[in-house]
């Protein structure tokens, strides 16, 4: 499923129009998206759970030249499954 297909199943389930179903749509992820980068944890109890890892800066290697090169500290988001989600997906 991609977001126009979730705007599509939003817009017939709760019987509204288009532009009403993606603006609902897009709140939804602005709102995770603005957490996120606040560095918080957004959590859909019985679905899933986002959250942002800390990396500290690291020496690495070019894999073309064999240079050693400093990684800079980053922060990546994260994706956790829910118990309710492993269960339906596993049946």
Do not use: H, W
């Amino acid at each position: 499923m991609n977001k126009l297909e979730l705007i599509s199943t939003l817009k017939n389930r709760a019987d509204i129009s288009k532009s009403e179903a993606s603006e609902i749509v897009q709140i939804f992820f602005d709102s995770m998206t603005d957490a996120l980068g606040r560095g918080e944890r957004v959590e859909i109890r019985g679905l899933c759970s986002f959250f942002v890892k800390n990396y500290k800066s690291y020496t690495g290697r070019n894999p073309k030249t064999g240079e050693k090169v400093t990684i800079e500290p980053k922060k990546l988001p994260f994706f956790k499954c829910g118990k309710e989600l492993k269960e339906r997906v596993d049946y």
